[in-house]
Nanobody, 124 residues
Framework: QVMLVESGGGLVQAGGSLRLSCAIS????????MAWFRQSAGKEREFVSG????????DVAESVKGRFFVSRDNAKNEAYLEMDILEHRGTAVYYC?????????????????WGQGTQVTVSS
C-alpha cells in the first residue's frame, strides 16, 4: 500500500508564493510518475503539473506555465509544487497523485494513488 500526504497549503495574497509538499510512504516502489491536480469549488479536478520518476520529464498546464514548478526528491520520498505569482483563480484543493507508469499523464483516471488534498486560498 502507498500513501500520499500533502502539506504546505494555506492562505496567501495574490502575487505571493507557496510550496506544496507530497510525502510518499509505504510501498514507494509502486509509484513512478507523480502529478499535482487541483479542484476549485464547483469545478472538475484539473491537471496542474507532473514529473517522471527521475525528474527528466515534466509537464505543466498552460494556465500555470512559467509560474508553477514541479520537482521531487526520491531520497526523501517527496514531491513538490512551487507556486509563484499566485492568482485568485488558484484557490483550490491541491492533490498529489501517483502511479506505477513512468509518465505523468494529464488524465486523473490514470492515477491509482491520491493524497487527501491541501487547501490553497489566494486572497485578492
Amino acid at each position: 500500500q502507498v500513501m500520499l500526504v500533502e502539506s504546505g497549503g494555506g492562505l496567501v495574497q495574490a502575487g505571493g508564493s507557496l510550496r506544496l509538499s507530497c510525502a510518499i510512504s509505504g510501498r514507494t516502489d509502486y509509484v513512478a510518475a507523480m502529478a499535482w491536480f487541483r479542484q476549485s469549488a464547483g469545478k472538475e479536478r484539473e491537471f496542474v503539473s507532473g514529473i517522471s520518476y527521475n525528474g527528466g520529464y515534466t509537464d505543466v498546464a498552460e494556465s500555470v506555465k512559467g509560474r508553477f514548478f514541479v520537482s521531487r526528491d526520491n531520497a526523501k520520498n517527496e514531491a513538490y509544487l512551487e507556486m509563484d505569482i499566485l492568482e485568485h483563480r488558484g484557490t483550490a484543493v491541491y492533490y498529489c497523485a501517483g502511479h506505477a507508469q513512468d509518465y505523468p499523464w494529464q488524465s486523473e483516471g490514470d492515477y491509482t494513488t491520491w493524497g487527501q488534498g491541501t487547501q490553497v486560498t489566494v486572497s485578492s
